[in-house]
C-alpha cells in the first residue's frame, strides 16, 4: 500500500534520493539539457525549479540556501550568473520535458530535461502572442451606435460632393453649346464684309492693271512711193 506516500521514492532511501537529485540538478544547470527517465525527470523539475526562483534575489542569505541542496560552487555561481540572466522575466516554468521513447534493456520511459530560455531553435520560432482583449455586447453595440452617425454623415458628404460636381458638369455642357452658337453667328456676321472687302480689293487691280497698247501703222514716206510708181511703169 502507498499510504502516506506524497512524492516518488524512485526506488532509493532519502540520502540517495537527495544526493542523486543535487548532481542532476546540477548538471542541468551546467550544460543546460540532460538526458534522463520520465520518472526521474519530474521529480528533478520539482527540486531545481525552487532553486532558480531563489536565485532571482541575488544575496548572501539566498546563495548560501542554494548552496545547501547543490554542493557544487561552480553550479551556484554559473545559476547565480548566465542562468538568472535568461529566466529573469519568466515567471516560473523554467524548464521543458521532451520525451524520447523506451530505453533499450528495461524499457524505461526516457526524455530530455532542459532550460527553456535557452533552446534558441524554439524561442525563434515562438511567433509573439497576440494581446488578448475582452469584449462585451454591450461595448460592441455603443462602438456601432457611435459609429452609425459618422457614416451616415459621411455618407451625406459624398452624396453631396457629388450633386455639385453633377450640376457644374451639366452647367459647363450647357454653356459649351452657346459659345458655339455665339461664334457661328459672329462667323456669319463677318462673312459679307469679308465679301465686299475681297470685291473692292479685286476692281482696284483690275483698275491698275496696265492697258496693251495697239500698234499704229507707219504713213508710207515718199520715197517708198516714188519707188513703187517705177516699178509700175515698167
Known amino acids: 500500500m502507498r499510504h502516506g506516500k506524497k512524492f516518488n521514492h524512485l526506488g532509493r532511501t532519502a540520502p540517495h ?3 542523486m537529485l543535487s548532481n542532476m540538478a546540477s548538471s542541468l544547470i551546467m550544460e543546460k ?4 527517465t520520465v520518472a526521474k525527470a519530474k521529480a528533478l523539475k520539482k527540486y531545481v525549479e525552487p532553486l532558480i526562483t531563489k536565485a532571482k534575489s541575488d544575496s548572501t542569505h ?5 548552496f545547501s541542496y547543490l554542493q557544487n560552487k561552480e553550479s551556484v ?3 547565480f550568473g ?7 522575466e519568466r515567471p516560473g516554468g523554467y524548464t521543458r520535458i521532451f520525451k524520447t521513447g523506451y530505453r533499450q534493456g528495461d524499457n524505461a520511459d526516457m526524455c530530455i ?6 533552446n534558441e531553435l524554439l524561442l525563434k520560432e515562438a511567433a509573439p502572442e497576440k494581446a488578448k482583449t475582452r469584449r462585451s455586447r454591450r461595448g460592441k453595440s455603443d462602438a456601432q451606435t457611435e459609429a452609425a452617425p459618422a457614416v451616415e454623415e459621411a455618407v451625406i458628404e459624398e452624396a453631396e460632393i457629388v450633386e455639385e460636381t453633377t450640376e457644374e ?3 459647363e455642357t450647357a454653356e459649351a453649346p452657346v459659345e458655339e452658337a455665339v461664334a457661328e453667328e459672329a462667323v456669319v456676321e463677318e462673312a459679307p464684309e469679308v465679301v465686299e472687302e475681297v470685291e473692292a480689293v479685286a476692281e482696284e487691280t483690275v483698275a491698275e492693271a496696265p492697258v496693251a497698247e495697239a500698234p499704229v501703222a507707219e504713213a508710207p514716206t515718199e520715197e517708198a512711193t516714188d519707188d513703187s510708181e517705177k516699178k509700175d511703169k515698167e
Open 17 to 19: 534520493r537527495k544526493a
Open 33 to 36: 539539457r540532460i538526458t534522463t
Open 62 to 66: 539566498s546563495r548560501r540556501v542554494v
Open 77 to 79: 555561481t554559473e545559476l
Open 82 to 88: 548566465g542562468v538568472v540572466e535568461k529566466v529573469a
Open 113 to 118: 530535461m532542459e532550460l527553456v530560455d535557452f
Open 169 to 171: 458638369a451639366v452647367v
